[in-house]
């Protein structure tokens, strides 16, 4: 069964995913000669740097989020549907989605990245991961049910349990939800929850490689993790988590830490799909790609942003899986398209870094551009006029800003909501407790 789409006589380009690659490539594309066909599981493109906000309660998940329709709702030559990707068939140039098969002449791959557990179940099945709004969501309620649930009990090491928030992972995300969570602890819940002891409460970040931050300087990494212990965490580097049941879990040291919530934010890998040859699969679950973003062994197909990896001598693991590198990437495939559908050479990639950025909190962020390195106040300015600008929608931006500036200026977070109850699998075959 083929998907019901307009048909033309221009080439049709499909593009998977709705994240910042995908999105560039359709803009660029506008009135061009060709037929830009988007598929993607949501109606929306989510800002993934600000997720950890959405489950912390600091925004709304309508403020990161934008509908795919409208932010294309003058672009005569583009088709939107609502699917899901399943295999590629290239020898036919067909695209198998759940919804139907789809006939390309030019296919970009743009599904981003997933959390990766290195192959632990256990982790998968006890963790929260945080890659999506609904994810993000699952977080928020699931922080404050504990906090509810610790009300509820008399055991002390049960109510620690509740109250001891870990964090696994050292990077940005894993920075910047620590804390937030800090910022939580130390100007919301108290008022929230006079009837707990709020300064019981415990945030752990675990972080297996010697410092945090490790893609950027070795300056931003100390600063982050001053400012991290000035706001009450417990930062553990060179831990590896060896498992975790959903109460307890196991470090690399031999210690144990009980918790009834554990975030995982310790690794990304490649959404790859079925049908393109395993052998161009690199490690991190990545297309192996050449300067134009075509991956090997395959002259129309091409893959942009955190499932490609192209390998050079700056960068031998292929670029940052980060916003930049996916725009750019995603703005000259448009270009190279219309090249070579005009038998025009097409231009190599060059990423131009523009930089990396971490915010901790209040005041309180680390930056570095080139050799020019800065933390602290006017960092957190910067980190914050850059996600502002980069945020899809001017309604969005006035939103987040506006968020921004209350919780400056009242030390408030206004979204602690519970909208929906969230329960690990490892709950579910408890009963219900009677209160």
Same mark, same amino acid.
């Given at each position: 069964m083929s998907v019901d789409i307009p048909q033309t006589n221009f080439p049709r380009v499909?593009? &998977?995913?709705?994240?910042? !690659?995908?999105?560039?490539? /359709?803009?660029?594309?506008?009135?061009?000669?060709?037929? +830009?066909?988007? &598929?993607?599981?949501?109606?929306?493109?989510?800002?993934q740097p600000l997720l950890y906000q959405v489950a912390t309660g600091g925004l709304e998940p309508d403020s990161i989020a934008h509908p795919l329709r409208k932010i294309f709702k003058n672009q005569k030559n583009f088709v939107f549907r609502v699917a899901e990707a399943l295999k590629v068939e290239a020898e036919q140039n067909v695209l198998v989605t759940n919804i139907g098969n789809i006939q390309y002449d030019y296919l970009v791959i743009a599904t981003g990245s997933d959390s990766n557990y290195f192959g632990s179940k256990?982790?998968?099945?006890?963790?929260?991961?945080?890659?999506?709004?609904?994810?993000?969501?699952?977080?928020?309620?699931? +922080?404050?049910?504990?906090?509810?649930?610790? *009300?509820?009990?008399?055991?002390?090491?049960?109510?620690?349990?509740?109250?001891?928030?870990?964090?696994? !992972?050292? =990077?940005?995300? =894993? %920075?910047?939800?620590?804390? /937030?969570? /800090?910022?939580?602890?130390?100007? +919301?819940?108290?008022?929230?929850?006079?009837?707990?002891?709020?300064?019981?409460?415990?945030?752990?970040?675990?972080? =297996?490689?010697? @410092?945090? *931050? !490790?893609?950027? #300087?070795?300056?931003?990494?100390?600063?982050?993790?001053?400012?991290?212990?000035?706001?009450? %965490? #417990?930062?553990?580097?060179?831990? @590896?988590?060896?498992?975790?049941?959903?109460?307890?879990?196991?470090l690399s040291s031999g210690k144990e830490l009980n918790s009834k919530i554990v975030i995982w934010s310790a690794g990304v890998k490649g959404v790859t799909l079925p049908g393109i040859n395993n052998n161009v699969i690199v490690p991190g679950n990545r297309f192996k790609v050449n300067t134009f973003n075509q991956i090997e062994g395959y002259d129309n197909i091409f893959a942009i942003g955190d499932v490609a990896a192209?390998?050079?001598?700056?960068?031998?693991?292929g670029h940052p899986g980060v916003a930049p590198a996916a725009i750019q990437q995603g703005q000259l495939l448009a270009k190279n398209l219309v090249q070579k559908i005009n038998d025009i050479p097409m231009e190599p990639f060059n990423y131009f870094d523009k930089g990396s950025m971490?915010?901790?909190?209040?005041?309180?962020? +680390?930056?570095?551009?080139?050799?020019?390195?800065?933390?602290?106040?006017?960092?957190?300015?910067?980190?914050?006029?850059?996600?502002?600008?980069?945020?899809?929608?001017?309604?969005?931006?006035?939103?987040?800003?506006?968020?921004?500036?209350?919780?400056?200026?009242?030390?408030? @977070?206004?979204? @602690?909501?519970? &909208?929906?109850r969230f329960e690990r699998e490892a709950d579910k075959k408890l009963d219900p407790v009677e209160v």
């Amino acid at each position: 069964m083929s998907v019901d789409i307009p048909q033309t006589n221009f080439p049709r380009v499909v593009i &998977i995913g709705g994240g910042f !690659g995908g999105i560039q490539v /359709a803009k660029k594309l506008k009135n061009k000669e060709v037929q +830009v066909i988007m &598929i993607d599981r949501h109606n929306y493109h989510t800002f993934q740097p600000l997720l950890y906000q959405v489950a912390t309660g600091g925004l709304e998940p309508d403020s990161i989020a934008h509908p795919l329709r409208k932010i294309f709702k003058n672009q005569k030559n583009f088709v939107f549907r609502v699917a899901e990707a399943l295999k590629v068939e290239a020898e036919q140039n067909v695209l198998v989605t759940n919804i139907g098969n789809i006939q390309y002449d030019y296919l970009v791959i743009a599904t981003g990245s997933d959390s990766n557990y290195f192959g632990s179940k256990e982790l998968e099945s006890h963790t929260m991961p945080m890659k999506t709004i609904p994810e993000a969501l699952d977080m928020r309620s699931m +922080v404050l049910q504990n906090l509810e649930s610790a *009300l509820l009990t008399d055991s002390l090491n049960e109510q620690e349990a509740y109250m001891n928030f870990v964090v696994i !992972g050292g =990077g940005p995300t =894993g %920075v910047e939800t620590a804390g /937030a969570l /800090a910022e939580l602890k130390n100007h +919301v819940l108290p008022h929230d929850y006079p009837e707990l002891d709020i300064r019981r409460m415990q945030i752990n970040l675990i972080e =297996g490689g010697d @410092r945090l *931050l !490790g893609a950027m #300087s070795e300056q931003a990494s100390a600063k982050s993790e001053k400012f991290l212990k000035q706001m009450g %965490v #417990s930062v553990r580097t060179k831990e @590896r988590v060896l498992g975790y049941d959903g109460n307890v879990i196991k470090l690399s040291s031999g210690k144990e830490l009980n918790s009834k919530i554990v975030i995982w934010s310790a690794g990304v890998k490649g959404v790859t799909l079925p049908g393109i040859n395993n052998n161009v699969i690199v490690p991190g679950n990545r297309f192996k790609v050449n300067t134009f973003n075509q991956i090997e062994g395959y002259d129309n197909i091409f893959a942009i942003g955190d499932v490609a990896a192209m390998i050079t001598d700056d960068y031998p693991k292929g670029h940052p899986g980060v916003a930049p590198a996916a725009i750019q990437q995603g703005q000259l495939l448009a270009k190279n398209l219309v090249q070579k559908i005009n038998d025009i050479p097409m231009e190599p990639f060059n990423y131009f870094d523009k930089g990396s950025m971490a915010t901790v909190g209040r005041n309180r962020a +680390v930056v570095d551009m080139g050799f020019v390195r800065f933390q602290g106040t006017f960092a957190w300015f910067v980190w914050m006029f850059v996600h502002l600008m980069t945020l899809v929608g001017f309604r969005n931006r006035v939103v987040v800003f506006v968020n921004w500036v209350w919780s400056y200026f009242s030390y408030d @977070r206004g979204t @602690r909501l519970i &909208i929906r109850r969230f329960e690990r699998e490892a709950d579910k075959k408890l009963d219900p407790v009677e209160v």
